[in-house]
T-cell receptor
Framework: DVKVTQSSRYLVKRTGEKVFLECVQDMDHENMFWYRQDPGLGLRLIYFSYDVKMKEKGDIPEGYSVSREKKERFSLILESASTNQTSMYLC????????????FGEGSWLTVV | AQSVTQLDSHVSVSEGTPVLLRCNYSSSYSPSLFWYVQHPNKGLQLLLKYTSAATLVKGINGFEAEFKKSETSFHLTKPSAHMSDAAEYFCVVSAPIGASGTYKYIFGTGTRLKVLA
């Protein structure tokens, strides 16, 4: 079975803190994604990566950065957390860049106070 | 440009009655289309996908969807709703971004299904 694991399910951080959200997939997928999900706004793409050390901006990259040092791991970084970054963050992966099935992790609920 | 519209933000059905969740898409290319389900505090789980083979696609848990190119629709149905079907459902289209060969996933805003006892 396909598995995308987000190590932190629930986090509470203070404004201005640096936050790391980690994601690991065990399917040797090329593509990995970070989305945020907010009520009424659906899923919005923050960043994606189609190869190690490669990254592409999504629709809402401001205030975020990412790191992909190994194929199976894709990290989302909030350099200085703000309250408007309180959200559910979803990591996902897909086999390649060809629009195949995308598989999701369980999500990370981040609250910034 | 590609887009996805889920026509209902909320749908309520009684247990044992049919479910219809509507999705329309717009794509300049032959799209791949997906339905995902999200239970509370969980990630998205694939229900089914269409990739230009049979237009009627069967998925998990008794769900199916029919691709209708002339109507640009991909509606999700189930003959008989179960309480465990209560969740949020997302219609998704994947389509290429320009000439790069990279595909983008476009998500609908979701339909929340409520199942009444």
């Amino acid at each position: 079975d396909v598995k995308v694991t987000q190590s932190s399910r629930y986090l509470v951080k203070r404004t201005g803190e640096k936050v790391f959200l980690e994601c690991v997939q065990d399917m040797d997928h090329e593509n990995m994604f970070w989305y945020r999900q907010d009520p009424g706004l659906g899923l919005r793409l923050i960043y994606f990566s189609y190869d190690v050390k490669m990254k592409e901006k999504g629709d809402i990259p401001e205030g975020y950065s990412v790191s992909r040092e190994k194929k199976e791991r894709f990290s989302l970084i909030l350099e200085s957390a703000s309250t408007n970054q309180t959200s559910m963050y979803l990591c996902a992966s897909s086999f390649d860049r060809g629009g195949n099935t995308i598989y999701f992790g369980e999500g990370s609920w981040l609250t910034v106070v | 440009a590609q887009s996805v519209t889920q026509l209902d933000s909320h749908v309520s059905v009684s247990e044992g009655t049919p479910v219809l969740l509507r999705c329309n898409y717009s794509s300049s290319y032959s799209p791949s289309l997906f339905w995902y389900v999200q239970h509370p505090n969980k990630g998205l789980q694939l229900l089914l996908k269409y990739t230009s083979a049979a237009t009627l696609v069967k998925g998990i848990n008794g769900f199916e969807a029919e691709f209708k190119k002339s109507e640009t629709s991909f509606h999700l149905t189930k003959p008989s709703a179960h309480m465990s079907d209560a969740a949020e459902y997302f219609c998704v289209v994947s389509a290429p971004i320009g000439a790069s060969g990279t595909y983008k996933y476009i998500f609908g805003t979701g339909t929340r299904l409520k199942v009444l006892a």
